[in-house]
């Protein structure tokens, strides 16, 4: 065993200062909690074996935001990587901190996050060191757009799902990025949801099976109040003096809370952790 001392190594994405393997005759990590099961057929591919069972593929490769990792899902010890996208240009320091920000609550979230913005940053551009009167509508002078281009793809076809930062439809890049991830086939989450476009169906009849107010609010009128209700008194604990909005990081759902909120007699609590173990599910939010 060795220490690793990278941050994101390139080939794992281990985080440091943990534990890992190193592979014979590199100073490359292979990550924490895992046996090496190394191929016999001399390729730089290695296959291993993590702690949950998971078989974990990892390609070798000099650029470490082009590394991939195909994972048999059925193991526990597969993680969500996730690719953010969003508007850029015509705002101030090329909307960076909104990128950060994103970063910051996906990981949270027990999710592996690539951001194009650090990408730029280990690239040498860092709009937060440009001047006051940089004007963010354009490209920077002697910015290598096209390589720019190439590494966010690349990003993306290393990810397993997307991540859609509000204001993504002003921008003809993030349009493209969600076009290829819907290209591929992989999950696309959004910062804020469209009522109107993303929740229902685009046809005229199949919008007629997803009756909200007569299928759901008249059906249970008193428990969507309680669980209403519930997410105030919970909001007043978590988020004092903010809006109402659901921390999704703060308290991640696993369907433990229920059964527990059920042997309490609390249902209000245990409606509200259903919703949100669904809502989950249905957005590929942690757990799933």
Same mark, same amino acid.
């Given at each position: 065993?060795?220490?690793?001392?990278?941050?994101?190594? %390139?080939?794992?994405?281990?985080?440091?200062?943990? /534990? !890992?393997?190193?592979?014979?005759?590199?100073?490359? !990590?292979? %990550?924490?909690?895992? !046996?090496?099961?190394?191929?016999?057929?001399?390729?730089?591919?290695?296959?291993?074996?993590?702690?949950? %069972?998971? &078989?974990?593929?990892?390609?070798?490769?000099?650029?470490?935001?082009?590394?991939?990792?195909?994972?048999?899902? =059925?193991?526990?010890?597969?993680?969500?990587?996730?690719?953010?996208?969003?508007?850029?240009?015509?705002?101030?320091?090329?909307?960076?901190?909104?990128?950060?920000?994103?970063?910051?609550?996906?990981? &949270? #979230?027990?999710?592996?996050?690539?951001?194009?913005?650090?990408? $730029? @940053?280990?690239?040498?551009?860092?709009?937060? @060191?440009?001047?006051?009167?940089?004007?963010?509508?354009?490209?920077?002078?002697?910015?290598?757009?096209?390589? #720019?281009?190439?590494? /966010?793809?690349?990003?993306?076809?290393?990810?397993?799902?997307?991540?859609?930062?509000?204001?993504? =439809? $002003?921008?003809?890049? +993030?349009?493209?990025?969600?076009?290829?991830?819907?290209?591929?086939?992989?999950?696309?989450?959004?910062?804020?949801?469209?009522?109107?476009?993303?929740?229902?169906?685009? /046809?005229?009849?199949?919008?007629?099976?997803?009756?909200?107010?007569?299928?759901?609010?008249?059906?249970?009128?008193? +428990? !969507?109040?309680?669980?209403?209700?519930? &997410?105030?008194?919970?909001?007043?604990?978590?988020?004092?003096?903010?809006?109402?909005?659901?921390?999704?990081?703060?308290?991640?759902?696993?369907?433990? =809370?229920?059964? @527990?909120?059920?042997?309490?007699? /609390?249902?209000?609590?245990?409606?509200?952790?259903?919703?949100?173990?669904?809502?989950?599910?249905?957005?590929?939010?942690?757990?799933?």
């Amino acid at each position: 065993m060795n220490k690793c001392r990278h941050f994101d190594c %390139g080939w794992c994405y281990a985080q440091a200062p943990v /534990d !890992c393997h190193v592979a014979p005759g590199t100073n490359q !990590c292979l %990550g924490s909690n895992i !046996c090496e099961r190394y191929r016999k057929d001399g390729q730089m591919d290695i296959e291993v074996v993590d702690a949950h %069972g998971a &078989s974990v593929v990892i390609e070798k490769t000099e650029d470490k935001h082009k590394a991939r990792k195909k994972v048999d899902k =059925q193991g526990d010890g597969w993680m969500q990587r996730v690719y953010i996208a969003g508007k850029m240009r015509g705002i101030k320091y090329y909307n960076f901190p909104a990128f950060d920000k994103a970063k910051e609550r996906l990981e &949270s #979230c027990g999710m592996e996050v690539v951001s194009p913005a650090d990408i $730029d @940053r280990e690239n040498g551009s860092d709009p937060m @060191r440009m001047p006051e009167d940089t004007d963010w509508n354009t490209v920077p002078k002697g910015f290598d757009f096209d390589g #720019c281009v190439r590494r /966010d793809v690349d990003a993306i076809l290393s990810c397993d799902a997307i991540y859609m930062l509000d204001g993504w =439809q $002003d921008s003809k890049g +993030a349009t493209a990025e969600k076009a290829l991830a819907e290209w591929r086939g992989i999950h696309v989450m959004y910062e804020s949801v469209d009522m109107e476009s993303e929740l229902f169906p685009s /046809d005229s009849k199949a919008r007629l099976t997803y009756p909200v107010f007569t299928g759901l609010l008249m059906y249970f009128p008193h +428990a !969507c109040a309680a669980v209403a209700h519930h &997410s105030f008194v919970g909001n007043e604990q978590h988020n004092p003096g903010e809006p109402m909005h659901w921390a999704k990081e703060k308290s991640v759902g696993t369907g433990d =809370q229920i059964v @527990r909120h059920v042997m309490e007699g /609390d249902l209000e609590a245990c409606a509200w952790r259903a919703l949100e173990l669904l809502e989950r599910k249905l957005t590929g939010l942690p757990p799933f």
